[in-house]
T-cell receptor
């Protein structure tokens, strides 16, 4: 079955620390990958997505993610986090089909200490 | 412009009662998705609509769950004879077309608590 797993349930960092959130997927064929973010009290919103081409994709607010096909991974990174990055981050995948529905991981809560 | 809206924002109901959750998608979006976010479970896909039809209902957890969409716009998710395990945040999303290269825009969710 298609699945997405996120390794960390809760990550606590100090401001200016580097961030890497793990995401692994299990898909049989074509896969498209996404990272969504939910800031406290706000809607879920798209951070970045990968469909094809350059495996290093850049998103909003200085986030980037690298697609490593051999490792079935799509880890999210940011060189220097800010207090405003405190949020819950969800990795998601789809099979590129005609439905568009996403399979989400369980999410990683990021707390950044000022 | 207006985003996806959902109502009610919170719903507390007694076990065994029926509930209706409403979603108003972004105008012009033909695709509409329902997801459920349970404590510690991430987001679980329930059902999607293309226009008024729901080609894939496989994500609905039981036959107590049903959904409809009318006029290619508003959608209602109905849960009959609610159970405590139905307690969750129900999220609605819409996109221009039912393809993953079209961004899904999420609503604020309805928090359902079954007592």
């Amino acid at each position: 079955a298609q699945s997405v797993s996120q390794h960390n349930h809760h990550v606590i960092l100090s401001e200016a620390a580097s961030l890497e959130l793990g995401c692994n997927y299990s898909y049989g064929g074509t896969v498209n990958l996404f990272w969504y973010v939910q800031y406290p009290g706000q809607h879920l919103q798209l951070l970045l997505k990968y469909f094809s081409g350059d495996p290093l994709v850049k998103g909003i607010k200085g986030f980037e993610a690298e697609f490593i096909k051999s490792k079935f991974s799509f880890n999210l990174r940011k060189p220097s986090v800010q207090w405003s990055d405190t949020a819950e981050y969800f990795c998601a995948a789809s099979d590129g089909g005609s439905q568009g529905n996403l399979i989400f991981g369980k999410g990683t809560k990021l707390s950044v200490k000022p | 412009g207006a985003g996806v809206s959902q109502s009610p924002s919170n719903k507390v109901t007694e076990k065994g009662k029926d509930v209706e959750l409403r979603c108003d998608p972004i105008s012009g979006h033909t695709a509409l998705y329902w997801y459920r976010q349970s404590l510690g479970q991430g987001l679980e896909f329930l059902i999607y609509f293309q226009g008024n039809s729901a080609p894939d209902k496989s994500g609905l957890p039981s036959d107590r769950f049903s959904a409809e969409r009318t006029g290619g716009s508003v959608s209602t998710l109905t849960i009959q004879r609610t159970q405590q395990e139905d307690s969750a945040v129900y999220l609605c999303a819409s996109s221009f077309k039912p393809r993953d290269d079209y961004e899904q825009y999420f609503g604020p969710g309805t928090r359902l608590t079954v007592t």
